[in-house]
């Protein structure tokens, strides 16, 4: 009788070893749960972020990188133009644009704290949203959610390198007026109309200031993406799950 006890007792535990063995060769994956889920998706958010504002924020972040590098608008060539004309003109207005694209990236070594605001604040709908968008839902959740407070901190950055003086105590800013000014008393002569000149009205420090966010967004946008689609940007266990292995 004991011989058939100790004879069952082996084969049990040997079915158990068996066992756990396939147990650690597959192991089993629980669902994520709804809080797992907007985790993940807060993770990966604060990652991408981090990471488009630290290359933003580097020295030549903006201005280095061709494709989010802030230009003066076209309705500024009068203005480059006319500095052409003078002797190292064509270097005050580059100079002018290295400026420019210098204090966009001072402003976005500052950017983290306010993506972390709306990263905290997302709500699991929020999260849910974005996992089943588009794949750029996390940027556009983003963009709506700190635009205003992005602009308000760029802002002041851009104006202040407009307002520096670029020669003979005329700003930026001032040349840009002067001959916009001047310009939109032509166009908007008969004679002006009648040659069909446009006049220009654009704010020059708002119009900048949201061509350094195009950039922000783009690389955020560029950061959601590789998160997305490739499986070794996803840097841990949640992050993986929740967007695939």
Same mark, same amino acid.
């Given at each position: 009788?004991?011989?058939?006890?100790?004879? !069952?007792?082996?084969?049990?535990?040997?079915?158990?070893?068996?066992?756990?063995?396939?147990?650690?060769?597959?192991?089993?994956? !629980?669902?994520?749960?709804?809080?797992?889920?907007? +985790?993940? $998706?807060?993770?990966?958010?604060?990652?991408?972020?981090?990471?488009?504002?630290?290359?933003?924020?580097?020295?030549?972040?903006?201005?280095?990188?061709?494709?989010?590098?802030?230009?003066?608008?076209?309705?500024?060539?009068?203005?480059?133009?006319?500095?052409?004309?003078?002797?190292?003109?064509?270097?005050?207005?580059?100079?002018?644009?290295?400026?420019? /694209?210098?204090?966009?990236?001072?402003?976005?070594?500052?950017?983290?704290?306010?993506?972390?605001?709306?990263?905290? +604040?997302?709500?699991?709908?929020?999260?849910?949203?974005?996992?089943?968008?588009? +794949?750029?839902?996390?940027?556009?959740? $983003?963009?709506?959610?700190?635009?205003?407070?992005?602009?308000?901190?760029? /802002?002041?950055?851009?104006?202040?390198?407009?307002?520096?003086?670029?020669?003979?105590?005329?700003?930026?800013?001032?040349?840009?007026?002067?001959?916009?000014?001047?310009?939109?008393?032509?166009?908007?002569?008969?004679?002006?109309?009648? @040659?069909?000149?446009?006049?220009?009205?654009?704010?020059?420090?708002?119009?900048?200031?949201?061509?350094?966010? +195009?950039?922000?967004?783009?690389?955020?946008?560029?950061?959601?993406?590789?998160?997305?689609?490739?499986?070794? @940007?996803?840097?841990?266990?949640?992050?993986?799950?929740?967007?695939?292995?």
């Amino acid at each position: 009788m004991k011989r058939t006890i100790y004879l !069952l007792l082996a084969i049990t535990l040997c079915a158990c070893a068996e066992l756990t063995k396939i147990v650690e060769n597959y192991p089993i994956s !629980l669902p994520l749960t709804e809080t797992e889920v907007a +985790n993940g $998706l807060r993770e990966a958010l604060r990652v991408g972020t981090d990471t488009a504002s630290a290359q933003l924020g580097k020295s030549n972040g903006y201005y280095g990188d061709e494709l989010v590098k802030i230009l003066l608008p076209k309705e500024a060539d009068i203005i480059v133009k006319n500095a052409s004309k003078i002797p190292g003109g064509d270097k005050l207005i580059e100079d002018v644009v290295k400026r420019i /694209n210098h204090a966009a990236e001072d402003a976005a070594k500052e950017a983290g704290p306010v993506f972390w605001g709306a990263i905290k +604040n997302m709500s699991i709908t929020d999260a849910f949203n974005i996992l089943k968008g588009e +794949n750029d839902a996390a940027t556009q959740y $983003l963009k709506s959610s700190t635009y205003q407070q992005l602009f308000d901190l760029y /802002n002041p950055q851009i104006q202040t390198s407009l307002d520096k003086e670029i020669a003979a105590g005329i700003s930026t800013n001032e040349s840009w007026e002067s001959l916009t000014t001047k310009w939109n008393l032509v166009a908007d002569n008969p004679f002006g109309k009648m @040659a069909g000149l446009k006049p220009v009205n654009i704010d020059l420090d708002a119009y900048l200031t949201e061509q350094a966010l +195009n950039g922000l967004f783009v690389k955020i946008a560029q950061e959601e993406a590789q998160i997305r689609q490739d499986p070794m @940007a996803r840097v841990n266990d949640v992050l993986k799950r929740v967007f695939g292995n």
